[in-house]
């Protein structure tokens, strides 16, 4: 008779205990163990959170090397409920002395018996053991059943199909203190609006000041001097660079032919002409094209107001970002004037009025909906369909999963339905949020999500002071060298990239699925070299980890000042000048109503779970081979300097940028 020493960890998480009784079974090359209740000195106290509890498994002869082992529950006769239960890990001591790890990390709410792996990671064509061979058939077989497509809307990202909340796999929904947190945040700041009687107002702003009493005691260091600086041309154009929309500016070399501005109208403080400012670099324009020709939304009954301009924006020798010229819509026209700084403070404030609100709008649907929201929702569901739970992509990129799938139920469900968010209170609501989406995703390309490439094509290599890019280009070199260390230790050469059929169909599946098959987007369809491989999964990596927080974190700080990210607007731009004045500007504002439900949708999606992970912090240990686990701990070494690194810059910015400092990011689109 030989003994296998079987130690169970249960996760540390609210709710993970189990009283149920706990079966196991062992299988190795040379056999298996019979089934076994795992019964031990701590009785029904074994499987309570974070219990760490050890048992003998015997056998007559040894099994042989540890292949899987079969994890099962069941009631104990009337005493106790069919309940869940969080096993985090299993180890097992063999009687040759060897030491097998089985990651589990996932909720078990049933009595069905569960196949899980030994840790080391395996791809398919070297998975040569029949009884593993099958294992790996059956867990994906599930998991196309568990895991569907589905079309929410024609023309955009695929997404995963679920009924409900409750439809979703225990595996990928919130914790227990994730969703308490965010039912709490989102009541508490319902029963607010309802107490100050702003919930359903229709009223207008009287008083500029009056918004900041919206919500008392939620502001943030930067949504206070947001308020202060709103109205401040060096401000304005800042945001541009390091506000939480660092995706539209891009340097210009020739005027586009639908923006006449011209040198005796733009105040260039006396330096150059704007021919020779733009030959050395000097003009930036940021051009929201995309917005053209939509039919905003109805709000209330009553029509509102979205536009589509042209913003030129100068760097003077002081490297301040001032803008220089905005023009409100695409075509030239004399009802169509362009503003200049010159003219009056309300004609000029006003133009800066309606460039944020476009901003707020191109913004949300397109910087941060779809290009980080959706596609970590397509990279995700391809991985839980094609990879099974011992392939190393799937132990590099679950943790990069984390919550995304409930959190886009939730955004379809509260945001962008037909009775969401943005129907409701946004310009770009119904309809116009559909076609927003698919000329986005129509625009979306390969190279614009990956950071290198983008800031490269945007000609922003040389801009002082853009802190996303420093902070960004850092964060995915980190990332690019811990993902090329541990994807070269699986992948000797390209050839076995080329092999591996699950990872072949991964990458197709977000082909279609994501990008729909559109050839014009540069991503790829397939892997043949491993460099391929680890710039894509770079990418995924970096979109929903930095990326996600660039265009997420700072949403309340830049625009919990209503008037700095309006989510809509009541009245058309003026169509000449000197014809504006604070009473149409706060017309024109979004009403008490509309504001209140901006800011506190912006508090809710800023604010993070106590639970939070940040990114390179893997509480769930996947990897046992000791060059991963080396590479893992390089990796949290590297963005612990960039964290310093970024944490002294911030310490003499009057608006610090903490959303790419490696502690403030999380592992997942979680939020």
Partial sequence: MVNYEVTVTTGNLDDATTFNNVFIKLVGTDGESKRKTLTGLKGTSSFVRGAVSSFIVSCPVSIGKLVLIELNKKQRLLRFHEDSWFPAKVVVKSPEGDTYNFPIYRWKNDSKVHHFREATALRFFEDNHHLCKKSRQQELKQRLKDYRWYVYEEGIPHCMKAENICSLPSEVRFSFTKMSEFVFTLTTGVIELKLKGLEHSKENWSDIDAIKGVFCSRHTEISDKVHKHWKEDAFFGYQFLNGVNPMMIRRCSALPKNFPATDDMVSLCGLCSLADEMKMGNIFLCDYKNLDGLTPNTINGKKQYLMAPLVLLHKTPDDKLMPIAIQLKQTPADDNPIFYPTDSEYDWLTAKIFVRGADFNEHQLNAHLLRTHLLAEVFAVSLLRNVPMVHPLYKL?????????????????????????????????GDTMKELLKRSLASLTYSSVCIPEDIAERGLEAVPNFYYRDDGLKLWDIIHRFVQGVLSFYYKNDAEVQKDSELQKWILDIFEHGFLSHESTGIPQSFTTVAELVKFVTMVIFTCSGQHSAVNTGQYDYGGWMPNAPTTLRLPPPTTKGTTSEATMLKTLPNMGTTANGMAVMWLLSKQSSDFVPLGQYYEHHFSEEIPCQLIRAFQGELEVLSAHIKIRNKNLEFPYRYMDPEEVENSVAI
């Fill in 397 to 429: 990129l679950v943790p990069h999963t984390r919550y995304t799938l409930q959190i886009n139920y939730l955004a379809r469900d509260r945001l962008i339905s037909k009775t969401g968010f943005f129907k409701r209170f946004a310009a770009s609501g």
